[in-house]
């Protein structure tokens, strides 16, 4: 069954069983059919999603992996739009990143990313994770 019938088939089920206001279907229907139109993931697909999960920046992916820029911010934005895009790192990843925090003079997230070669809303969201850490 090609994408665009099983997405009907989704609607057609979700407007049955929920009601004819989408705003009132469950989030976990609405990410389904949303997901309806992504690329398959296949093996090269999964690995641009984990190079984006561990925040690389979209021209790094593009020249290893012969994509254009454009097209991973496409695959980005796609993953954000469906909540799918949960900032990961490594244990060396978050040791680099403590590193960096403790010995440049007035870290920010913009310099930090630049230094680390990641984008600037992974080491946003790393730092929060590193905070609630030392919190407990």
Known sequence: MSPNKKMAAAIITAYANYGDNPDDWPKDIKKEIRGQTEEQHTAKTKI???????????????QERSKTPQYIQQLRGRMKNRDELDYQAT???LTQLKYNLDHMDRPNNKGIASVMGRDKDWVRCMREKLREADNE
Do not use: W
């Open 48 to 62: 641009l999603r984990h190079l984006i999960l561990h925040g690389c920046t979209n021209k790094y992916i593009a």
């Open 91 to 93: 244990p060396d990843e």
